[in-house]
């Protein structure tokens, strides 16, 4: 284990007063406190308040066990398979408590602080090194050791309302480095998932990924396509959610994460389409950030529609071949791109499901004026395609004059209907007659209904 550099910060010298926590994280630590357990607020809360920032949760580890946490909170429930947490239940929160946890069996030497009652199951790594369980209760000390960057490592003790900094997080927080604990190959490799953490907090920050950690994560880039697929998606999500969507983007492409997660979209950014190459992806996050930034929520399929609908889009014309309707071909694109993208990142069915109404939505939005556009208007899902609209109105000519043409609709003051757009004629097919204008069902795609 690596010699320890303790630093403990007294409450005079460092910033971070009880009023700037949440009451119930602080009724929490005082009670564990009273019933003699260790009780520290921990990680990214840390973290944020030192920047300025407001922190998102507040987490707590403690020496008490998670029984021992249930016994003092009537509204604590433990949850996780993998390893156990207290989550305690509060009107208008949910806070973590955890009890500390060990990184490895090697690193068992007890350090500071007091031993914790009870051992659970050793730790358990797959043959290529990565943690499949790791619920091996430890000392303070182990327990910052074993998190992701040193500046997400910080704890405040509310003993004595000091913090406490075992691995040099306070010096890279204030010189604004991202650096992994310990080896950097070792700890991506471990878990995958935090080259992804590491690009985030990098682009939220501002922060530079020291270069060590900066060298392992390109060279490991390839290993997080072995992550699992749900907890890739969800990684995704908050990377593009997190208002700083564009810079994420630039260190993603940059590292080959971006080429190891979503292959098929990377091939494509780097080709182009009629001699242009395709710049919507970058500027398409810079609607998203913008949004986010002024604190518009983005549902996920309407953000997976703003990034890679004209992907989507131009694989649906290709595949429009013989009777293969533009519907059809649309769900096959996205169906297809589900199936592709699986091995690294499970997009959920609801959400695949809403995607594709959102584009379909779209393609209606081109055909409609002229033809029933009440029956288009009262449809569920309408509101979020007329977003995808206003939001991809900034990206094409064709979008601001279609998205000109509803808003005087919708405004109670309908235009002129305006030509149908003669998909024949852009697409190069003969034009199919509609003889049943009734609607028909669902188009038999690879996507079931839920
Ligand atoms: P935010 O909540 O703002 O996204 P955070 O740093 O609080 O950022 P959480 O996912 O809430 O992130 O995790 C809380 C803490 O748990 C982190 O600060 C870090 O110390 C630790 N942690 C989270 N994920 C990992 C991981 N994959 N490997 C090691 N430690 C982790
Ligand atoms: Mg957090």
Redesign the pocket.
């Known amino acids: 284990m690596t010699a320890s550099r303790r630093t403990i910060i007294p409450r005079a010298d460092h910033p971070i007063s009880r009023s700037n926590l949440s009451d119930n994280a602080v009724r929490v630590l005082y009670r564990l406190r009273d019933h003699g357990y260790l009780a520290f607020l921990?990680?990214?809360?840390l973290?944020?308040l030192l920047l300025g920032r407001e922190?998102?949760?507040f987490?707590i580890a403690t020496s008490a066990t998670p029984a021992q946490v249930k016994k003092l909170f009537r509204n604590c429930r433990l949850v996780g398979r993998r390893f156990r947490l207290a989550h305690l239940h509060f009107r208008d929160e949910i806070l973590?408590v955890a009890t500390f946890r060990s990184a490895s069996p090697a690193e068992d030497d007890p350090g500071e602080g007091a031993e914790v009652g009870g051992r659970g199951p050793r730790i358990v790594k797959d043959d290529g090194g990565m943690i499949l369980r790791d619920n091996l209760f430890g000392t303070p000390e182990e327990d910052a050791r074993?998190?992701?960057?040193t500046v997400?490592?910080l704890c405040y003790n509310i003993a004595d309302f000091s913090l406490i900094d075992y691995v040099g997080g306070l010096d890279d927080l204030n010189r604004g480095i991202i650096r992994t604990i310990g080896d950097p190959v070792l700890?991506f490799v471990?878990?995958p998932?935090?080259m992804l953490?590491a690009v985030?907090?990098a682009a939220?920050l501002g922060f530079e990924i020291e270069p060590a950690t900066w060298e392992a994560l390109v060279s490991s880039s390839p290993l997080c396509a072995n992550a699992s697929p749900p907890r890739l998606y969800e990684e995704l999500l908050?990377l593009f959610l997190s208002g700083e969507g564009e810079s994420c983007y630039q260190l993603l492409r940059r590292s080959g994460l971006f080429a190891a997660l979503l292959p098929g979209v990377n091939s494509w950014l780097e080709t182009e389409t009629d001699g242009f190459p395709h710049v919507r992806f970058g500027r398409a996050l810079e609607i998203i950030d913008r949004r986010v930034s002024g604190g518009e929520p983005l549902a996920p399929p309407l953000l997976l529609a703003l990034l890679f609908g004209e992907y989507l889009e131009e694989r649906a014309v290709s595949l429009r071949k013989g009777k293969v309707s533009p519907q059809e071909a649309l769900d096959s694109a996205v169906a297809r791109f589900v199936e592709e993208l699986a091995p690294t990142v499970q997009i959920p069915h609801k959400v695949a499901l809403a995607l594709r109404g959102i584009l379909t939505g779209r393609r209606r939005f081109a055909e409609t004026p002229g033809r029933r556009p009440l029956t288009f208007t009262s449809r569920p899902g309408f509101e979020e395609v007329l977003c995808y609209l206003r939001l991809t109105a900034e990206l094409s000519e064709e979008a601001t004059s279609l998205l000109q043409w509803w808003e005087r609709y919708l405004a109670g003051n309908p235009p002129p209907p305006l030509a149908p757009r003669d998909e024949a004629a852009e697409e190069g097919t003969p034009r199919r007659r509609r003889r049943n204008r009734r609607r028909r069902g669902p188009p038999a795609g690879p996507l079931p209904s839920p």
């Open positions: 921990v990680g990214g809360c973290r944020d922190p998102k949760d987490d973590e074993r998190r992701d960057f997400n490592a700890r471990e878990d998932v935090r953490r985030r907090f939220l908050k």
